[in-house]
């Protein structure tokens, strides 16, 4: 049971957009900056999205972030096979003081 | 380049310890945050334990509290996870990650499998 909610999955077609929500509470997500995580089969995590909406250097902007309340979205535009992956949304929890993950969403590009 | 590279892990018995290391290279380790995450066979990632820049703030995770413990030699480039009393619920891959604020992992290492079975 994590303590952030995502769907288990989405899935869309080539070159459609797609969004992963992330649920939260004021503690976790509603106090703290969210970050999404791309983990591609058989590879480590990389951050994706950091800061709610912020890109690292060689991230393409086809990845976006938002944040609302005690929710964040993952947005990914103009979808390609490449990006077939679990997608992890996270942040620290305040309340807990510990870090929390979101389940994971598995991406299926169709 | 930042590069993180996790060893140590292994096959161990229940109730057995084992000591994770992650050597860091390619920044200035002591200037930076470090954290463990774990994922189980086929699961989700879940958070274990950071350590401040120069090891005076420490967290874990409930489910390992009081079982491991996290150290860091700046002198050395080096993140440890001494990892104790084990039990099947701790077989996963265990990832070192470069932490900044609101625990954003900035960098992940390849991860280490840490198996307990006997």
């Known amino acids: 049971q994590s303590v952030l909610t995502q769907p288990p999955s989405v899935s869309a077609a080539p070159a459609q957009k797609v969004t992963i929500s992330c649920s939260g509470s004021?503690?976790?997500?509603?106090?703290?900056?969210v970050s999404w995580y791309q983990q591609l089969p058989g590879t480590a995590p990389k951050l994706l999205i950091y800061?709610?909406?912020k890109r690292p250097s060689g991230i393409p902007d086809r990845f976006s972030g938002s944040r609302s309340g005690t929710s964040a979205t993952l947005g990914i535009s103009g979808l390609q096979t490449g990006d077939e992956a679990d997608y992890y949304c996270?942040?620290?929890?305040?309340?807990?003081?510990?870090?929390?993950f979101g389940g994971g969403t598995k991406l299926t590009v169709l | 380049q930042v590069q993180l590279v996790e060893s140590g892990g292994g096959l161990v018995k229940p109730g057995g310890s084992l000591r994770l290391s992650c050597a860091a290279s390619?920044?200035?380790?002591?200037?930076?945050?470090m954290s463990w995450i774990r994922q189980a066979p086929g699961k989700g990632l879940e958070w274990v334990s950071y350590?401040?820049?120069?090891?005076?703030?420490?967290k874990f995770a409930d489910s390992v509290k009081g079982r491991f413990t996290i150290s860091r030699d700046n002198a050395k480039n080096s993140l440890f996870l001494q990892l104790s009393s084990l039990g099947a619920e701790d077989t996963a891959v265990y990832y070192c990650?470069?932490?900044?604020?609101?625990?954003?992992?900035?960098?992940w290492g390849q991860g280490t499998l840490v198996t307990v079975s006997s």
């Open positions: 990650a470069r932490t900044q604020a609101s625990n954003r992992l900035e960098y």
């Open positions: 390619g920044f200035t380790f002591s200037d930076y945050y």
């Open positions: 350590i401040s820049s120069r090891g005076d703030y420490i």
């Open positions: 004021s503690s976790n997500i509603g106090k703290n900056y």
């Open positions: 800061d709610n909406n």
């Open positions: 996270g942040t620290w929890d305040s309340s807990l003081s510990v870090g929390v």
